[in-house]
Nanobody, 123 residues
Framework: VQLQASGGGLVLAGESLRLSCTASGGTFESYSMGWFRQRPGKEREYVGSVNPSGGSRYYSQPVKGRFTISRDNAKNTVYLHMNNVRLEDTAVYYC?????????????????WGQGTQVTVSS
């Protein structure tokens, strides 16, 4: 499966942004999908994930309550809705596909990555 992420850009602190990730090939509706990010000078970190049906979602503590993951299986697309963004959300964001359960998703369990999209939050 190939993943194409888009939607990054420059945004002011407190504003919102939506990232998209569209899959081609494979069976999108059977995969858990997730988002990771890599902040400057940091390792790639888990942001959140969603199960194949979209009914179960999980988030890391830094983004819980501000970010929402959704998916549209008819469009082979997963979204990351980023609300009330903060300076520390500045990072390259990667979408990811995982054949396992979303609550156990880590960088080691992911089998496909998108190319990354830069999000820069300014004050």
């Amino acid at each position: 499966v190939q993943l194409q992420a888009s939607g990054g850009g420059l945004v002011l602190a407190g504003e919102s942004l939506r990232l998209s990730c569209t899959a081609s090939g494979g069976t999108f509706e059977s995969y858990s999908m997730g988002w990771f990010r890599q902040r400057p000078g940091k390792e790639r970190e888990y942001v959140g994930s969603v199960n194949p049906s979209g009914g179960s979602r999980y988030y890391s503590q830094p983004v819980k309550g501000r970010f929402t993951i959704s998916r549209d299986n008819a469009k082979n697309t997963v979204y990351l809705h980023m609300n009330n963004v903060r300076l520390e959300d500045t990072a390259v964001y990667y979408c990811a596909a995982d054949a396992g359960a979303p609550m156990w998703m880590t960088a080691a369990t992911v089998f496909a990555w998108g190319q990354g999209t830069q999000v820069t939050v300014s004050s």
